[in-house]
């Protein structure tokens, strides 16, 4: 009965490792790639006596004729002895000629960009390959900085991976020794080892992939972004408790929030349904097939991943979907302390929106009106 219960939790436990097996093999492969050509991209800059990069584990991917020399303004460069202010009143007023020669000394002043990558095209292609392919196996993986995480760490990435691989070869090897000896002559202190070990090869890559994800996170933007999140929903909540009393109190129709609630789940729907199309089925996120739906990575000029908190936030777009990912500006800044929300006030009575069949429609637009003047 002892065996017939060890062979059915060998079983068990051999569907993750052993069915896992292959698929982290092929994970394996791409890794000693990226580690391969990480290194590689370390000894050549040392080689060349080229400045450490910002951040070590987040290679540059544009080559050197790629990098444009960043625009100078002539407006910010007056501001830098001057009051801002006063420099948008002298800078238009500065002749053309005194002008260009104040833009060419910032340009030989400032010291040039040698964030650009040293692998040869071949090489570098072979490199973003394999990255995209892990990361859509991996998810935790992010081999450029975003918007709230900077690059994973090579070391961590390395360990984890390895720590997962020796997880299957300790299922597999309990598999054949639970299997393959019998159970007269198999001792007890085998499979209790080798089991225990395997545990804990797995909860040791989950521990570090968590480590990882804190060092990576960027508090500050996270905390903003939840911030504007919650105030958000707060004024939302705020918005319709007072349409309810003003049902209450017979100035308002019915009609109207449920319309405005209505469209707040229409809206909440499509982006649901907008997120799901785009989550690929397991085996095909395993294997690196289907479209590529990774968050995207910052502009090479906007990755300073040893600046302060305040560059973070500079880093950091807006939360829109489309262009507040690519944009370089800064999180709008919030004043929970200082907003004060006024009472919408409702100008049709309920005799009024029964009989107007587009009443409901004006109501929105003046309550619209009233939010954007609140703002």
């Not at 910052?298 to 990912?325: E, F, I, M, V």
Request: a positive charge.
């Amino acid at each position: 009965m002892i065996n017939v219960v060890d062979n059915v939790l060998v079983a068990l436990f051999a569907i993750m490792g052993d069915g896992l097996a292959p698929f982290r093999a092929v994970d394996t492969y791409h890794m000693v790639y990226i580690a391969y050509y990480h290194r590689k991209t370390w000894k050549k800059r040392e080689r060349l006596g080229l400045p450490k990069l910002v951040d070590h584990n987040d290679l540059p991917d544009l080559r050197k004729e790629e990098i444009q020399p960043d625009t100078v303004d002539l407006e910010s460069l007056v501001a830098r002895r001057m009051p801002r202010r006063l420099a948008q009143k002298v800078a238009p007023r500065i002749p053309k000629r005194l002008a260009r020669r104040i833009v060419t000394r910032s340009k030989t002043n400032d010291n040039p960009s040698y964030e650009y990558t040293v692998l040869t095209e071949k090489q570098q292609a072979k490199l973003e390959f394999h990255e995209r392919k892990f990361s859509k196996s991996h998810t935790f993986y992010k081999p450029h900085e975003t918007e709230t995480h900077y690059a994973f760490p090579l070391k961590l990435l390395v360990a984890v991976v390895l720590l997962l691989d020796c997880h299957s070869a300790l299922q597999i090897s309990l598999g054949a020794c639970t299997w393959g000896i019998p159970y007269e002559k198999r001792p007890f202190a085998l499979t209790t080892v080798i089991l225990c070990c395997s545990i804990t090869c797995n909860i040791l890559g989950g521990v570090l992939i968590m480590v990882g994800d804190r060092r990576t996170r960027k508090k500050d933007v996270i905390e903003r972004i939840m911030r504007q999140e919650l105030t958000s929903d707060a004024i939302q909540q705020m918005e319709t408790q007072w349409m309810k009393e003003a049902e209450e109190r017979g100035e308002l129709h019915k009609s109207v929030r449920k319309n405005i609630e209505d469209e707040r789940e229409d809206a909440e729907n499509k982006e649901i349904m907008k997120a799901w199309k785009g989550v690929p089925m397991l085996p095909k996120k395993l294997l690196g097939k289907g479209e590529d739906h990774r968050q995207p990575a910052l502009p090479q000029r906007a990755r300073k991943a040893g600046s302060s908190s305040a560059s973070l936030a500079s880093s950091s777009s807006s939360t829109s979907k489309k262009a507040g990912y690519r944009s370089g500006t800064a999180l709008p800044p919030l004043q929970e302390d200082s907003v004060q929300l006024s009472r919408p006030k409702p100008t049709l009575t309920r005799d009024k929106e029964a009989n107007n069949e587009g009443a409901g429609q004006k109501i929105l637009k003046l309550m619209r009106k009233a939010d954007m003047d609140r703002s």
